[in-house]
């Protein structure tokens, strides 16, 4: 055999494997079979994230719920500060309640006063009663 004929049949052969492994490596790709894993890997991160958006539509709806209820508390307790505020504006401040104090102690006083000088017409009404009381019996 002549050196081409067999350079011919070599470089013929070479092509032919060449070929071969090109269609055998499209068909068993790598590529392909992680295709198939990454599909299913995102349709199961789509199912999760999903759920996710679910879960948090709930807890949404729970935390709106929860703050209504917080805001007619706080509402509530606005109203019975307001009517403490009017209560505590009409009350007597340290110097009215200072003058108030000295007022009534004045008072009791003067009361003692007249207490002391009611006692001698007390005294005499007791013994006119007694007068009387005689005469009549």
Known sequence: MDVVVVKDL???AAAIIAAGLTI????????????????SLRD?????ARSLREEI???RKES???LK??????????GRLGTLEV??????DKDSQHRLEV??????GQMGNLVERLAPIDNLSRRLQEVLLEKAS
Not at 28 to 37: D, F, H, L, R, V
Not at 44 to 48: D, T
Not at 87 to 92: D, G, K, N, S, Y
Request: net charge negative; glycine share 6%.
């Open 103 to 108: 007022s009534l102690t004045e008072l009791k």
């Open 64 to 66: 709106a719920a929860e």
């Open 24 to 39: 055998w490596n499209f068909f068993q790709s790598p590529s392909k079979k992680n295709e198939g894993e990454i599909r």
């Open 69 to 78: 209820s917080v805001d007619d508390k706080v509402d509530a307790i606005g």
């Open 57 to 59: 539509a709930a807890l």
């Open 87 to 92: 209560m505590v504006r009409h009350m007597p």
């Open 44 to 48: 199961e991160n789509e199912s999760k």
């Open 10 to 12: 070599v470089i013929g």
